[in-house]
């Protein structure tokens, strides 16, 4: 197949291209129909005017597509590959649009989201992923961080376009906002067919003379046997026959502790997702107008102005770990994240307590804080986190069911909470507080530090065993450090002989 004629730095960008277009395609998905529910418009005429709890479902529906194609990516994702997998995405979401686009039903319009979301989970499952294992451990942060940047840019535009499209009359004041979607889609698709997979799933996979091509792309080599490209394929080698040693993989393996401790890594990387959905984040971008219009009594109008601004807020706010996630770490921007989150949703819910309205423009202003420090922390992390903590042996695995977690979390949140603003009002925001706050000690004892390591050193990260994984203890959470080749060489023979002399104790015994 045909690839862009770039090499180096110019083809780690072209990738983050395509996984910031993905992003892109999801934040505008999540966000288009915000603007469009909620108010006596033709959207509401042509469905039959949806109530509070049917228009949590119309949004909410979307999600449980989301969950079914991250099950998908689950067993099936990693014999496709990131990259077709990528592509399958796309082209689901393009049969997705044509189905809401057309609707003219509300069966018509779930089937619709439903579609449209199992691309996205296609998507949200493969993408990290493919980017964590193209490019390099000082800069993979801040590149996935940008994935998210492009997420609320998307969610930017759907927000704005909604609004200007409130406006018109007729069919397109729904249909435009909606079909948008299929132009981010083709964009992706397109951009898939020229770029490489990933070197570490082409080698995993018995693609070794391709494998070599695609790191002397990234590595920016001519020759397929300069040192560079020989020391990274040896590396990956080394790593891909660590994990190896058991033979095939089995689903089992994702329960197993010791060393390697896969178990751990899949607890983490459900955690950071169901984490993030219940900080509240969704209550406000998937549902913005709604929480401004019916819980602090706003106007539909400056209800979407508002909805706008908040996510323009949002997107700023996302530019800020593109500088700090490498600089600062992981672990620091979470809690930080959390304790702001906590206490925008705490400060809220005492003004609206009042009930005057100079109170309902204070919380507001909490709900533009808020933004902020979601941006900093637990926006992009949980999107970063689970590629990075997995190794290669169960990263497509570990990657897609933490997405499938995140959406079903999603789910829960955004069907709950247009009943619950209409039931208890602000009262939502104290509830999402107590959740932020248990997050912060969770953090603390439990996640380690990814921070400038290589995706071969994190395999050795839990080595230190114990409850925390090795994590309470040591400085930052910091479990472990790159390695030269020759200390990965060294620690393979130590691992291979503690493993064989555990293996004669046991025959041992048995005589």
Not at 41 to 69: L, M
Not at 128 to 152: D, F, H, W
Not at 387 to 416: D, K, L, P
Request: net charge neutral; hydrophobic share 45%; charged share 15%.
């Amino acid at each position: 197949m045909w690839l862009m004629p770039v090499r180096g730095k110019y083809m780690v960008w072209a990738i983050t291209a395509c996984c910031c277009q993905g992003f892109l395609l999801l934040g505008y998905d999540q966000g288009v129909m915000s603007g469009i529910i909620g108010a006596d418009n033709q959207f509401g005429r042509d469905f039959g005017n949806p109530n509070p709890t049917d228009q949590g479902t119309i949004v909410a529906i979307y999600d449980i597509g989301c969950a079914v194609g991250s099950l998908i990516v689950f067993f099936w994702g990693e014999a496709v590959g990131r990259k077709r997998m990528i592509m399958a995405g796309a082209s689901t979401m393009l049969v997705g649009t044509a189905i809401l686009t057309s609707s003219t039903t509300r069966a018509q319009l779930y089937v619709g989201r439903i579609v449209t979301g199992i691309g996205n989970g296609f998507n949200s499952s493969s993408i990290p992923v493919y980017q964590s294992e193209t490019c390099a451990g000082k800069i993979r942060g801040m590149l996935v961080c940008l994935n998210s940047t492009v997420t609320i840019i998307g969610l930017v535009i759907a927000y704005w376009l909604d609004y200007g499209m409130s406006f018109v009359s007729g069919p397109a004041q729904w249909r435009l906002p909606i079909g948008f979607q299929a132009f981010f889609a083709l964009c992706l698709l397109l951009q898939g067919m020229v770029l490489p997979d990933s070197p570490r799933w082409l080698m995993a996979h018995g693609h070794v003379e391709e494998a070599e091509r695609v790191i002397a792309i990234l590595e920016d080599k001519d020759d397929i046997n300069h040192p560079d490209v020989l020391r990274v394929k040896r590396e990956i080698e080394i790593s891909l026959e660590q994990e190896s040693a058991g033979g095939p993989f089995r689903y089992r393996e994702l329960l197993q502790g010791g060393p390697i401790g896969n178990f751990r890594r899949i607890c983490l990387c459900i955690g950071i997702n169901v984490m993030q959905q219940f900080t509240g984040s969704n209550m406000i971008n998937y549902l913005a107008p709604i929480v401004y219009q019916n819980t602090m009594g706003l106007s539909r109008n400056l209800s979407l102005i508002l909805g706008g601004f908040t996510s323009v807020t949002y997107m700023f706010a996302s530019f800020i770990p593109l500088w700090t996630v490498d600089r600062f770490g992981r672990r620091p921007l979470l809690m930080i994240s959390a304790t702001g989150l906590s206490t925008c949703f705490i400060i809220a819910a005492i003004l609206l307590s009042t009930g005057s309205k100079p109170a309902a423009f204070g919380a507001t202003a909490m709900v533009f804080i808020f933004q902020i420090f979601l941006g900093i922390g637990f926006l992009p992390i949980p999107w970063l986190y689970p590629a990075e903590i997995s190794t290669t042996r169960i990263r497509a695995r570990g990657s897609s069911i933490s997405s499938f977690f995140n959406w079903m979390c999603v789910f829960a949140v955004v069907e709950m909470t247009p009943p619950a603003i209409a039931n208890i009002s602000w009262r939502v925001f104290i509830i999402f507080a107590i959740f932020n706050a248990l997050w912060v000690p969770i953090v603390y004892f439990f996640f380690p530090e990814t921070r400038g390591l290589e995706l071969e050193a994190i395999d050795h990260i839990f080595e230190k065993g114990g409850i925390t994984g090795g994590v309470y203890g040591s400085k930052g959470g910091r479990t472990t450090e790159n390695m030269t080749l020759e200390q990965q060489e060294k620690r393979k023979v130590i691992l291979k002989e503690d493993k064989e002399g555990k293996e004669e104790i046991e025959h041992s015994s048995i005589a």
